[in-house]
């Protein structure tokens, strides 16, 4: 039985700098830190790698985690991928006052995609984390909403 999303993850060239937006800026705290060097056969039995070498954080917010890798093995690539092409397109975040949350992270140097867009139910805005990751911010102000928050937990799903 699948119970939700636990965590998202996202590979930086930079942990250091993905620490300091997403804990300092962002307000996620730390759970959990580990690494590991090359020729450690469960990291790459899991992730079907070879030699592989990483630094790792998992992180905490709210209801979620998110997973924070900077490989130095193998070495890594990184394409440049359209919003449209297919994978992963964005990690959303739940917040609340957007308003607020935007003008303190544009004050900070981050930039946004357009100005929030407002529905009668809800508002949001895509923007940038530091490798170029795009990010939601999503204020729900409705808890009857199909994706509210409110609409979770045990009884509560949609399934027949």
């Not at 300092?24 to 730390?30: A, I, P, Q, S, Y």
């Not at 450690?40 to 630094?55: C, E, K, N, V």
């Not at 924070?68 to 990184?78: C, D, G, M």
Request: with cysteine.
């Amino acid at each position: 039985m699948i119970l939700g999303i636990h965590h998202a993850a996202i590979s930086t060239p930079d942990l250091d700098r993905a620490l300091d937006f997403y804990c300092n800026l962002l307000g996620f705290t730390v759970a959990s830190r580990m690494e590991w060097g090359p020729g450690t056969a469960l990291p790459d039995t899991i992730m079907g790698l070879g030699g592989s070498a990483a630094r790792q954080a998992k992180l905490r917010a709210g209801n979620c985690f998110l997973e924070l890798f900077e490989f130095s093995s193998p070495v890594p690539s990184r394409p440049e991928r359209g919003i449209q092409d297919h994978g992963i397109t964005h990690l959303c975040l739940h917040v609340r006052d957007l308003a607020a949350e935007v003008a303190r992270l544009e004050a900070a140097g981050i930039r946004f995609r357009s100005v929030p867009q407002r529905r009668p139910t809800h508002v949001s805005v895509y923007g940038h984390d530091p490798d170029g990751n795009v990010l939601e911010l999503l204020e729900v102000m409705d808890d009857g909403h199909p994706f509210s928050f409110a609409t979770l937990g045990p009884g509560r799903d949609e399934r027949p």
